[in-house]
């Protein structure tokens, strides 16, 4: 596609519930990452896929937290038993092969855990 | 531990004027060093990528300085545009070239 599509824009959520997030890359990015910016702050590694080499995990902040790349394709984000400190802007993005390219990110969900 | 600064949360400047935005950084040995330009309610957009043995690099109405020794880059906009106001972010590997550690961000107003 193009551009780096994330669905839903926004989530609202209850606390104990659990959320999927999904990320489209641009068609042909080998390299898919995931990071949280939660409201006023930087960004936050959370996990990056290249190609069908096993993902770098080390950025997820707990069990709860998972993810899933399909090939090259479509990745989503699982977060189970929701907690409010997970409320933040989650951010997906692709590139061609790593940090040598740049990124390009999607627009992000927002999830709210009430 | 590992560090990325950006200055001051916020930067306001006059319209036409050249901002600069810093960013130091300390216990890295980064390959590159990437701009990005973030929008309220948007993602980050990438600018510009600078590597460790480029002194500078120009795009348009930007430079970007990358100081190994000081552990510093530099951010120019020259002739600055109200358009220009956004929030600033460097990011930088840790040598692995495979993911980027994000600095907080500067929030640039450039005022008409």
């Known amino acids: 596609g193009a551009g780096v599509s994330q669905s839903p824009s926004n989530k609202v959520t209850e606390k104990g519930k659990d959320v999927e997030l999904r990320c489209d890359p641009i068609?042909?990015?080998?390299?898919l990452y995931w990071y949280r910016q939660r409201l006023g702050q930087g960004l936050e590694f959370l996990i990056y896929?290249?190609?069908?080499?096993?993902?770098?995990k080390s950025g997820l902040p707990s069990d709860r937290f998972s993810a899933e790349r399909t090939g090259e394709s479509v990745s989503t984000l699982t977060i189970q038993r929701t907690q409010q400190e997970d409320s933040a802007v989650y951010l997906c993005?692709?590139?061609?092969?790593?940090?040598?390219?740049?990124?390009?990110f999607g627009s992000g969900t927002r999830l709210t855990v009430v | 531990s590992q560090k990325i600064e950006q200055n001051s949360e916020a930067l306001n400047i006059q319209e036409g004027k050249t901002a600069t935005l810093t960013c130091n950084y300390t216990?890295?040995?980064?390959?590159?060093l990437q701009w990005y330009r973030q929008d309220p309610g948007r993602g980050p957009v990438f600018l510009l990528l600078i590597r460790e043995n480029e002194k500078e690099k120009r795009k348009e109405r930007l430079k970007v300085t990358f100081d190994t020794t000081l552990k510093q880059s530099l951010f120019h906009i020259t002739a600055s545009q109200p358009a220009d106001s956004a929030t600033y972010l460097c990011?930088?590997?840790?040598?692995?070239?495979?993911?980027?550690?994000f600095g907080s961000g500067t929030q640039l107003t450039v005022l008409p």
């Open positions: 216990n890295y040995s980064p390959a590159y």
């Open positions: 896929f290249q190609g069908n080499s096993a993902p770098d």
């Open positions: 068609s042909g990015h080998t390299a």
């Open positions: 993005a692709s590139s061609q092969q790593g940090v040598i390219y740049g990124y390009t």
């Open positions: 990011a930088l590997d840790d040598g692995s070239a495979r993911q980027l550690t």
